[in-house]
């Protein structure tokens, strides 16, 4: 079971899923917990309707009411609004990608170090 530190980390990730697949196809809650089991996330409704319809109220999805496999299913496709923070994803997860398999990332302590430094009051 995620922890509550976990699930915070993983939203964003959960969002971004979701863009890309309503990007492709219409996507369902159901649909979008399947696919994230897939990747390794045990997501439930109490997660996954929250977080579609907060996608749909900030403009990035927008659902209607389809008939799927029988059921009455409310289904979201991806937004004009809702593709220019998935191109900017798209940008974003490649660098962190890239740096989450570096041998030796950028050193950011010693950045932090030297910029104290100059900034230390006189003596």
């Given at each position: 079971?995620?922890?509550?530190?976990?699930?915070e980390l993983f939203t964003g990730l959960f969002r971004i899923h979701a863009?890309?697949?309503?990007?492709?196809?219409?996507?369902?809650?159901?649909?979008?917990?399947?696919?994230l089991k897939h990747h390794g996330y045990r997501i439930g409704p109490g997660?996954?309707?929250?977080?579609?319809?907060?996608?749909?109220?900030?403009?990035?999805?927008?659902?209607?009411?389809?008939?799927?496999?029988g059921r009455r299913r409310r289904v979201y496709r991806i937004t004009a609004?809702?593709?220019?923070?998935?191109?900017?994803?798209?940008?974003?997860?490649?660098?962190?990608?890239?740096?989450?398999?570096?041998?030796?990332?950028?050193?950011?302590?010693?950045?932090?170090?030297?910029?104290?430094?100059?900034?230390?009051?006189?003596?």
């Amino acid at each position: 079971m995620a922890t509550a530190h976990q699930r915070e980390l993983f939203t964003g990730l959960f969002r971004i899923h979701a863009l890309v697949h309503a990007y492709h196809d219409p996507i369902f809650g159901q649909a979008m917990m399947e696919e994230l089991k897939h990747h390794g996330y045990r997501i439930g409704p109490g997660t996954i309707y929250p977080l579609l319809h907060g996608m749909e109220r900030g403009g990035l999805l927008k659902s209607e009411f389809r008939n799927v496999n029988g059921r009455r299913r409310r289904v979201y496709r991806i937004t004009a609004s809702g593709k220019r923070p998935l191109d900017k994803a798209r940008e974003r997860v490649d660098e962190l990608h890239h740096e989450l398999h570096e041998e030796q990332p950028r050193k950011i302590s010693v950045l932090t170090i030297a910029k104290s430094h100059s900034m230390r009051p006189p003596d």
